[in-house]
């Protein structure tokens, strides 16, 4: 597994699980919406959740540990292939991705945790293959400093009493970063889910 230096301490560390059903040698990918009920809420994505290192002993055991929860199977209906790679998304999260598949003949099999999941569905392969995701672009600012809830400045970074460059004392630009999108009869997929599905389908890491 690739190592990003300060991920353990610096970022909320998380693992999901891309899914691949077979249903009649045409493989598809699993995905759930979820409940509005819980934090983004109604949005789609892969099962998985924050790595609890009291439980788990590896981001994959996390992964496997949140789809059997949240999609309510047996630990043996799932079975993990490979580690796809781990991104870092803008708000401080880090997600372990894997890829793996899930033994099941049809979706009605899944009996979804209503308080996480709304609903559960799955997209072929080959439509992903067929549709590129639309690509955006949103800047990222960095703010050294903000206004505390009495009214006061509170500098996160005293740029000026450490001696850094002026520009440091005010906030910056950290540039555009690229948001997919994959407009679906299902909903919108985007932001860590569409980069996963993205990358899994760019470099033919199927199943």
Not at 25 to 45: H, T, V, Y
Not at 181 to 203: D, L, Q, S
């Amino acid at each position: 597994m690739d190592r990003i230096i300060g991920k353990k301490n610096k970022y909320i560390n998380t693992a999901v699980i891309l899914l691949i059903l077979d249903f009649n040698g045409n493989q598809e990918i699993l995905f759930e919406k979820r409940n509005f009920d819980i934090s983004q809420g109604g949005e789609i994505c892969f099962p998985g959740g924050k790595i609890d290192e009291s439980i788990d002993s590896t981001p994959e055991q996390t992964a496997i540990r949140e789809a059997c929860e949240e999609l309510e199977i047996p630990r043996d209906k799932i079975v993990v292939e490979r580690y796809l790679g781990t991104t870092i998304a803008t708000l401080g999260v880090a997600v372990d991705a894997f890829i793996g598949k899930i033994k099941i003949d049809s979706l009605v099999e899944i009996r979804p945790n209503a308080d996480e999941v709304q609903s559960v569905f799955s997209i072929p392969i080959t439509w992903f293959k067929s549709h590129n995701p639309e690509e955006y672009h949103v800047n990222i600012e960095i703010h050294p400093s903000e206004v505390n809830e009495k009214g006061l400045i509170e500098y996160l970074l005293p740029a000026y009493e450490l001696g850094i460059p002026e520009r440091y004392q005010r906030s910056w630009d950290g540039g555009k970063i690229p948001i997919y999108v994959y407009r679906t009869e299902y909903g919108v997929i985007w932001g860590i889910t569409a980069e996963i599905v993205r990358e899994f389908v760019k470099n033919n890491n199927f199943v």
